[in-house]
Each structure stands twice: as structure tokens, then as C-alpha cells.
């Protein structure tokens, strides 16, 4: 859907007639923003199901002191496939008797979860920044799964792998990013500048 903001009401007032002049270039460029990172969602969610991929993997884009909002490709129980997902995490206090859990201990956990193209706009657009990391995270777990069958002599799954990741298997070192299951750090929301870049993209 594209969006367009350009026709200008008129107003009696003339200093709200001169904002809204002013304001126009603005929320054109939003919009035209929002409709770039809604076509990327989309055609990211679609090539990763035509590939077949169903490994997890998740990042986080946002850390809170007792939340953290994520970015996963993950299944979907609603439409029952998988997905591009925002899900929401807390913090609370563990009342399980699991003898590896200490009394009172704080455990992360599950919140809220739904496709992130469905989300909230500032969810898409504080969350689009995460996607790249999002698929390298997703691949470094899928080298990890072949990497394991050639151990075992075993063949890898082809239907969850691309071309690429057939041909090598790089080090974690080569990622620019680690996998979201061994660290997860604070990241920083994009300012003007990313937005920018995004929009002459």
C-alpha cells in the first residue's frame, strides 16, 4: 500500500497553513520509509519459507531493565507456519523447584509474540534495524546443525540450507555478529541518520 500525505488542506489559520507546508516533505518521507520496510519484511518472511528454513533463531533490538523486544524467525501457531515474529520478554522472579534454578532467581520470560508485520509501526521500524543480524544469526545456527551432521559423517539437511552456507562452513569469528544465544547486548535505536540511509536506499 502506498501511502501518500502530499495534498495540503486548507486551513483559516495561517501559521498552522505554513507548519503543515513545512511538515509535508516530512511525513512523506516517513511514509515512503514505512512502505520500504514493510516490502523488505514481506519479502524476507516469503524467501525464507520458499527456502524451507524452520531453524530458530531470534535477536534482540531492544533491552529494557525488565523487558527486552525481539526480532525471530520462529513458528507461528496462529497461521501455523513460520515467520518474522516480535516477541516481548520479562524478567520475574523463578518460583520453580527445578534443582537448577535457585529460589528467587530472575528468569526471562515470554510475554507476547506476534508476526511482526503486524505489529505496531514503531515496532517495525525500531525492529528493521535488527533483521541483517537477524540472518546472520539464522545462519550461523544452520552451520552449526551442519557442522554437527559432517562430525558425525552424516549428510547435512539440504531443504535448510542455502547455496551458500552448503559451500563453507565459516568460524564464529568470521560472523560480524554472535548468535543470540550466547550473547545479547543493548543495542542502539537508529537515529535520523540510519533512517536517512534507509530511505535513499
Not at 35 to 49: H, P
Not at 153 to 172: N, R
Amino acid at each position: 500500500m502506498e501511502f501518500n500525505q502530499s495534498n495540503s488542506p486548507s486551513f483559516l489559520n495561517l501559521e498552522i497553513q505554513k507548519s503543515i507546508n513545512e511538515a509535508i516533505p516530512t511525513f512523506d518521507s516517513y511514509f515512503s520509509l514505512l512502505d520500504k520496510i514493510n516490502q523488505d519484511i514481506r519479502a524476507l518472511e516469503s524467501f525464507l519459507l520458499a527456502k524451507g528454513i524452520t531453524t530458530e533463531a531470534r535477536r534482540c533490538f531492544y533491552d529494557g531493565d525488565n523487558s527486552s523486544d525481539h526480532v525471530e524467525w520462529s513458528f507461528d501457531e496462529g497461521s501455523g507456519k513460520f515467520r518474522l515474529l516480535h516477541s516481548v520478554y520479562t524478567w520475574e522472579k523463578s518460583n520453580d523447584s527445578d534443582d537448577s534454578l535457585l529460589p528467587g532467581k530472575e528468569v526471562r520470560k515470554l510475554k507476547s509474540k506476534a508476526c511482526l508485520i503486524e505489529s505496531p509501526t514503531d515496532i517495525r521500524v525500531r525492529s528493521f534495524e535488527a533483521l541483517p543480524n537477524l540472518i546472520r544469526t539464522l545462519r550461523f545456527e544452520i552451520d552449526k546443525i551442519q557442522e554437527s551432521f559432517r562430525a558425525t559423517g552424516a549428510p547435512a539437511p539440504q531443504a535448510k540450507t542455502s547455496p551458500e552456507a552448503q559451500a563453507e562452513t565459516p568460524s564464529e569469528a568470521q560472523y560480524e555478529t554472535q548468535s543470540d544465544t550466547q550473547s545479547e547486548t543493548k543495542p542502539e535505536m537508529p537515529g535520523s541518520s540510519d533512517l536517512h540511509r534507509i530511505l535513499d536506499s
